[in-house]
């Protein structure tokens, strides 16, 4: 039999006590968390140990005795020690003693019924263990879940604990402790103060939040087109997901986990880090008057795109690549692009004495987050590129239209026909009429199809170019949202408290002699750091598979591949 025992690292220049911990039978460990120092009453002991065990649901008790022998100056210490075991009877009663000039402790047992049994002697860091929060393996394999069953009642135990490490030597009391924070109870005057300050601006904030929500769930937002543009616009998503963020951080619930704390903490930070951004953002753009240039040079690149497109309609009604084009439906699709190009540049230079002062009120939305501004911005870039994606819905749906059209003559020639109550195709028996005219409509709609899908090609390549652009700007605002900032400065500066598990390093290891091992954390990895606290988020990622978006594309249905609007990810 194994018996192993946990010894704070911090305890070990104390003086001669008892050692108070929580003994684990199931896994024949003991885990001493302070020393008990002299003089003491044992009533008044065992009365501190029972108020202790119903505050912190510990069963704390005293294990043993502790024997430093530098600080013994009355003889006959030892044996008292060993007598306090029959008022404070524990089974097996721990001996913990100096070893000559050795730098390691010696450790040993009494017990009533002498056994044959291996004593492991663990050091640890007492404030590490406690302030860690230890994580379950990501495999889920039988020893391993075991094995961190042991360490989650270790670590367990002594964070539970917290109420017996409140008092330190200094307090006037018969009970006379030696724990990490015997030197005193770490405290800061700014920690308090903001503590303090943080419940009325918590108060304040959580009602303005409130009646803001009820706004923006009222019935007048409801109607169209309000309902309409709150669906549609990227820059309403991200503000109702920062209103949400708000809510959670100004609620007067405690968390009640550990993972709730932390998600709080990341929300916290990832608004702050949000909104620094934003600011600097800001004050770049008002700096020298860059609003006024970017509005100066927006007409102009304006003009330069309707004038590239204008170029490529132009190639395309002519003979693009040397194709053979049918040459009335190119005139009139190009002619009808050409007419939207020119409504759009009339659209543009009949909102150009404004533009700069949009660009000025939509510079101070920046104040709000970065992600708030880079979504106006992709809403800016969805309606400046408004004519493109008419171009590809018009292409799209005349493209879809002959496609679906070829298909469905193609199963006439063959005595087929679409059942659309069953879902399924069925045979069918045409007469020579119905045939006649189906080959004349397949006819017509080949030869058209080259010119049709030219043009599809082309806009929806320029569509595609905006998508890509619109979704790079997406996954920012998400990549913003989701990181958990406060986790991964946690694992940067305090590794220790997102413990993945441990790892024993031996110290001392000699025959007939305890086997003496230190024990130390092993941090989470930062990509377990974001998996297991990343935020989720209002965007989706495409939900198609690249095999099902180039068949809708060949196809010509219309897609959406970066962000599905209305939806959110769990």
Not at 18 to 39: C, D, I, T
Not at 46 to 73: A, I
Not at 506 to 532: F, H
Request: glycine share 6%.
């Amino acid at each position: 039999m194994v018996l192993k025992v946990f010894f704070p690292a911090c305890c070990s220049s104390a003086d001669s006590g008892l050692l108070v911990g929580r003994w684990m039978s199931a896994q024949s460990s003991a885990v001493v968390l302070a020393v008990l120092h002299f003089p003491f009453i044992p009533v008044q002991v065992k009365q501190y140990l029972g108020e202790l065990q119903r505050l912190t649901k510990v069963s704390v008790t005293v294990l043993g005795s502790w024997s430093n022998s530098k600080q013994e100056k009355e003889q006959g210490l030892s044996e008292f020690l060993e007598d306090l075991g029959t008022i404070f009877s524990h089974e097996p009663w721990i001996q913990i003693s100096k070893e000559g000039d050795s730098k390691f402790w010696s450790c040993s047992t009494l017990q009533k019924q002498p056994k044959e049994e291996e004593i492991i002697l663990v050091y640890y860091d007492q404030r590490k263990v406690m302030l860690s929060h230890l994580h379950p393996p990501l495999d889920t394999a039988d020893g391993k879940a075991e094995d961190t069953s042991k360490l989650s009642a270790i670590f367990d135990t002594v964070a539970r604990s917290r109420a017996l490490f409140m008092t330190d030597k200094y307090d006037e009391g018969p009970i006379k402790l030696t724990h990490w924070q015997s030197e005193g109870v770490e405290a800061s005057i700014i920690v308090e103060l903001l503590k303090q300050g943080s419940v009325p601006a918590c108060m304040l904030l959580a009602f303005l939040l409130s009646l803001l929500s009820g706004i923006c769930r009222s019935r007048v937002l409801n109607f169209w087109p309000l309902s309409f543009l709150w669906s549609k616009l990227s820059t309403c998503e991200q503000l109702g997901h920062r209103l949400q963020h708000l809510q959670v951080i100004s609620s007067h619930r405690k968390a009640q986990t550990q993972t709730q704390l932390m998600r709080k903490a990341n929300i916290f930070v990832s608004l702050l880090i949000d909104v620094a951004l934003g600011i600097l953002l800001m004050s770049w753009l008002y700096r020298k008057n860059r609003i006024g240039h970017l509005a100066d040079a927006l007409i102009p690149v304006a003009d330069h795109v309707a004038e590239e497109l204008q170029d490529l309609l132009q190639w395309l009604m002519g003979a693009p690549a040397g194709l053979k084009m049918n040459r009335a439906l190119d005139q009139v699709l190009g002619r009808f692009f050409l007419y939207h190009i020119h409504l759009w540049i009339s659209y543009i230079h009949l909102m150009s004495p404004f533009i700069e002062m949009i660009l000025w009120y939509v510079g101070l939305s920046a104040c709000l987050g970065l992600t708030v501004a880079l979504c106006i911005l992709s809403d800016i870039i969805a309606l400046l590129t408004f004519h493109i994606y008419c171009f590809y819905v018009y292409g799209a749906r005349l493209y879809c239209l002959k496609i679906y059209g070829l298909s469905s003559l193609w199963r006439l020639f063959r005595g087929k026909k679409w059942n659309v109550l069953r879902q399924r195709v069925d045979s069918c028996s045409y007469d020579l009429d119905q045939l006649f005219i189906g080959t004349l409509l397949f006819t017509i709609l080949l030869f058209l199809l080259p010119t049709t899908a030219l043009y599809y090609l082309v806009f929806t390549l320029l569509r595609l170019l905006v998508v890509v652009v619109q979704g790079l700007i997406h996954l920012l605002v998400d990549l913003i949202d989701s990181l958990p900032f406060y986790s991964l400065l946690l694992r940067l500066c305090r590794s220790y408290r997102l413990a993945a598990g441990v790892k024993f390093r031996v110290l001392e290891q000699q025959d007939g002699k305890p086997l003496r091992l230190l024990m130390q954390i092993n941090p989470l990895s930062y990509g377990a750091v974001v998996q297991t606290y990343r935020l989720p988020t209002y965007s989706c990622y495409p939900k198609d598979s690249w095999a099902s978006l180039c068949k809708k594309l060949f196809l010509g249905e219309l897609i959406y591949p970066w962000k599905h609007k209305g939806e959110k990810q769990d």
